[in-house]
């Protein structure tokens, strides 16, 4: 079994026919948490969606716990147990907040609903004096941390996350961000895609930086000297 | 429904307890028929965004099915049920799901309704392909003729008992279902986010097909209760469609607890006013036209909708012609009508004059649909209405009545753009063609207008120039057409043009650079009403005789669709649907009579084509001689050249509704 809880080995993909991604080499490494720094437009979301399923690779290898994943449907891959967080924080403004916890059911069965709520408001207790009201009218932060409780509660074995401090106050990004350091702390492997590259380094294991659909620099964040600096310009 | 008018009228003077009891049920009858379907409708709408136009249709074709099975096939009622309600109608809603459904993007609602009133009108071909409207059809009544209850001397049928208790089961079950069952929550919730939906582990595919499965169980099931209480009729079942929607209205198409109540209300309205009022005179098509009027009221008391962005769909752009080039195909049109005039003879040449002038009328949709990006569907009712005008106006085919009918035309627009501004998109649609029923009932009908006879309009007689034989008109309207069209490829290279254009992609955006949106509305809806009465009076004056059956509101969809089909944003389109539908009766003469539904086959089936050419014919074709000839016999266009957008797999825009706000 590889070492590797995702490696992404010359991967290409496209929307229609502009190629986006121009042969990404990536791993993250079985209970490691690694960020992923970039300027807009580089490619980091499409990154993540080449690996959750919602695009397909036009080339290379996406191979997920050593299992060659490529083609893999978003819903082969969560049930496989990739839990991806979506930017724009991947809840269903429709249903309720409740609603929303019981769609975690769907994915595991035995996870009982009681468990699920219990889990969710011992971390978030906003959300638990809001259970009833619908997620489209919660605040961002609010949002945000019902998107995270899919994390929580779902025990994934890999966990992508994206710029989930966007739009954020920075009261709320600091607690989201202690949500994924207490979850990196549990050994959960992720990557984690930040434009604002401070907060993300703080609390990653590894660092990569990828320009225009390419990783150009793989390091402990430590190690990264000015080349984050040079990349990424004031905000890191 | 729509009930025959014969049945609409019979006075009642003094209404006793026990008749007010009956009544009463009566209504909570016929509102628990309209809750069921209205509930469907609402199912398929709230898990795919989707207003299925088709829910009548299919319902009309389950009617029939079990008709076929019960009374052909001599099945008992029980296995003739759960054959057509568990069986042959989620089949078909799983079929209409899979093949087309799937492949819209939820984003183009224009799209959306094309696609759902095709199947409309592929199923009525169908069904007057397989069950020829040439005999009558009665279903058998549910535990035979004298299965009734007397209550207060009055006698209630099990039927009308069985259709309350369906209604208020379909309701509690479908309310339990929904807000309490992983997979009722995740059919909710996938119209959300269809990815999000998948990355939760559940197919949104498998989701939206059972929604469309159910929703056609439950279209199926208001078909038969309505043709076991009423009788088979094709178009009258097609269009339950209209009265759900105004009962699921109420419910902004998301509210079961609404829609039922709006159901109900209709329902007992229904039975209110033909117990209490004295349906004569003007009142006598007033039955018909309830739930029309109940919508406006309930459309005119919703709140309007907002200012929407970023929800354009961007396929194809198609090339603006520019001036001297639609000139010059406006030449070649006359030229070639000039060589073909000649050579046309008796019925196929008033045919082809009556195509040209449905085509001038036509042009009022690449209009309103093509530019605007505003789906309606009244367009029959503005051709009727300048018929009449120029009838009234136009003694001796004076060519100042097709003046007047082009500005009454006008104002009749305008007015109609009022209550219009508030709406969009799938409420619009549903609102003209309510409008379109509306006038048929309440104004051609009327003995005054059409309904009494025949109503004869003088052929248009210019100074100097008989227009009296059918080739000299040919060639006039040819003309007409030719400077119609090169005038709305004007109007959509000025900058009227350009803002049409864009309040379609993004209504906030042309709102905020300071455009006065309304105003644009209503002048558009001005300009194509105004095209749609003149081209009704050529087209009156081609006909010479027409009845209230020549404007038929259902025809109206039929004129859409084909104009679709051939490029909704194409001024060709509009003189090709035209031509079609004048064309297509002659075809039928020569095809058994089991066959003659050509017109339903040619525009529902056709419209399917948009699927792969989003576009239209008349743009696929013209892109892909273009590609091909060398420019120099192409010519010079104005617009810029076509580009294929490339588009990331979108999320649908997602807006928190109301109505679910407030049901949560």
């Not at chain 1, 408001?121 to 995270?148: C, K, N, V």
């Not at chain 2, 069209?485 to 043009?497: E, K, N, P, Y």
Request: hydrophobic share 55%.
């Amino acid at each position: 079994m590889s070492a590797y809880a995702i490696e992404l080995i010359d991967v290409h993909a496209a929307y229609g026919g502009i190629e986006v991604l121009h042969g990404v080499d990536l791993v993250v490494p079985e209970g490691a948490l690694v960020a992923m720094l970039g300027p807009n437009g580089a490619g980091k979301s499409t990154t993540l969606k080449a690996i959750d399923g919602r695009l397909t690779p036009t080339g290379g290898c996406v191979h997920i716990a050593g299992r060659h994943m490529n083609g893999a449907s978003t819903k082969q891959l969560a049930r496989a147990g990739v839990c991806s967080i979506p930017e724009g924080r991947g809840i269903f403004p429709n249903l309720t907040v409740e609603e929303n916890l019981r769609m975690l059911t769907q994915l595991h069965a035995d996870l009982p609903m009681s468990e699920v709520a219990e889990r969710t408001y011992a971390r978030f207790p906003i959300l638990g004096q809001r259970h009833t009201q619908l997620a489209g009218t919660l605040s961002g932060g609010e949002q945000q941390m019902l998107a995270m409780s899919r994390a929580l509660v779902s025990d994934p074995s890999v966990l992508l996350v994206d710029e989930p401090s966007m739009g954020l106050a920075p009261r709320i990004v600091a607690e989201v961000y202690d949500v994924l350091r207490q979850l990196a702390a549990e050994g959960i492997t992720m990557l984690l895609v930040e434009q604002f590259a401070q907060m993300a380094l703080s609390i990653a294991d590894y660092a990569a930086v990828m320009i225009q659909g390419q990783i150009v620099t793989f390091a402990e964040p430590a190690d990264l000297g000015d080349v984050a600096g040079a990349y990424l310009g004031a905000s890191a | 429904m729509v009930f025959p008018a014969g049945t609409s009228s019979e006075p009642r003077t003094r209404i006793t307890l026990g008749e007010f009891i009956g009544l009463t049920i009566a209504g909570l009858a016929l509102g628990a028929i309209y809750a069921i379907a209205a509930s469907g409708l609402v199912v398929t709408y709230t898990t795919s965004r989707v207003f299925n136009l088709a829910h009548g249709a299919i319902g009309m074709v389950m009617a029939f099915v079990y008709w076929q099975l019960r009374v052909e096939q001599h099945w008992n009622a029980p296995l003739a049920l759960f054959v057509a309600l568990l069986l042959v109608a989620p089949a078909i809603g799983l079929i209409i799901e899979a093949t087309l459904i799937r492949r819209l993007n939820p984003n183009d609602t224009g799209m959306a309704l094309v696609v759902t009133l095709a199947v409309m009108v592929a199923l009525m071909g169908i069904a007057f392909t397989l069950w020829p409207q040439t005999k009558g059809r009665l279903l058998p009544v549910f535990f035979g003729p004298n299965a009734h209850l007397s209550v207060a001397g009055q006698l209630i049928t099990y039927e009308e008992l069985i259709s309350i208790a369906l209604a208020v089961a379909t309701a509690v079950g479908l309310r339990l279902f929904f807000f309490n069952t992983r997979i009722g929550i995740a059919m909710r919730g996938v119209v959300d986010d269809r990815q999000l939906m998948s990355m939760n582990g559940r197919s949104p595919a498998m989701l939206s097909a059972l929604s469309w499965a159910i929703g056609a169980a439950l279209g199926g099931l208001a078909g038969i209760l309505t043709a076991s209480t009423y009788q088979l009729d094709i178009i009258n079942l097609t269009l339950l469609v209209l009265n759900s929607f105004a009962a699921a209205m109420l419910g902004r198409l998301r509210n079961l607890i609404l829609t039922f109540v709006g159901a109900i209300v209709l329902g007992l309205l229904d039975a209110y006013v033909v117990g209490y009022l004295k349906l004569t005179g003007w009142l006598v098509h007033l039955r018909p036209v309830l739930p029309t009027l109940f919508l406006f009221v309930v459309l005119i008391a919703l709140p309007a909708v907002h200012l929407r962005s970023g929800t354009a769909v961007i396929s194809r752009a198609i090339r603006i012609p520019a001036g001297a080039r639609s000139l010059g195909n406006g030449a070649a049109l006359v030229v070639l009508a000039i060589v073909v005039a000649p050579f046309l003879h008796g019925t196929v040449l008033g045919n082809v004059n009556a195509g040209v002038a449905l085509g001038i009328g036509a042009l009022s949709i690449v209009l309103l649909c093509g530019y605007g990006g505003y789906v309606s569907l009244a367009q029959y009712a503005f051709f009727g209405f300048g018929a009449w005008l120029f009838s009234e106006v136009g003694h001796g085919g004076n060519p100042v009545g097709l003046l007047v009918a082009a500005a009454a035309g006008a104002v009749l627009g305008a007015i109609v753009a009022l209550p219009a501004l508030r709406l969009r998109g799938l409420e619009l649609a549903l609102s003209t063609l309510a409008f379109g029923q509306l006038a048929y009932y309440m104004f051609f009908l009327q003995p005054e207008v059409m309904g009494r006879s025949d109503l004869a309009i003088p052929r248009l007689h210019l100074p100097g120039i008989s227009l009296e034989s059918g080739d000299r008109n040919l060639i006039f309207l040819s003309i007409v057409f030719a400077l119609a069209s090169a005038g709305v490829l004007a109007l959509r290279r000025s900058r009227f043009g350009r803002i049409l254009v864009a309040s379609k992609d993004s209504q906030v955006a042309v709102a905020t650079l300071g455009l006065n949106l309304r105003l644009s509305k209503i002048l558009l809806f001005a300009l194509a009403t105004a095209l749609a009465t003149f081209g009704g009076a050529l087209y009156g004056s081609t006909q010479r005789l027409v009845t209230a059956d020549n404007f038929q509101y259902v025809s109206s969809l039929f004129i859409v669709l084909i104009v679709y089909v051939y490029g909704v944003s194409t001024p060709g389109a509009a003189l090709a649907g035209g031509l079609s539908l004048a064309i297509a009766p002659l075809l039928a003469v020569h095809i058994p009579v089991r066959f003659q539904a050509v017109t339903y086959f040619m525009t529902g089936f056709g419209a399917f084509v948009l699927l792969g050419r989003p576009t239209g014919i008349i743009p696929a074709v013209s892109e892909w001689l273009h590609d091909r000839l060398p420019r120099r016999v192409m010519g010079h266009t104005g617009g810029p050249p076509p580009v294929v957008v490339p588009r990331e797999p979108s999320r649908p825009t997602v807006e928190v509704s109301r109505a679910a706000a407030s049901d949560a």
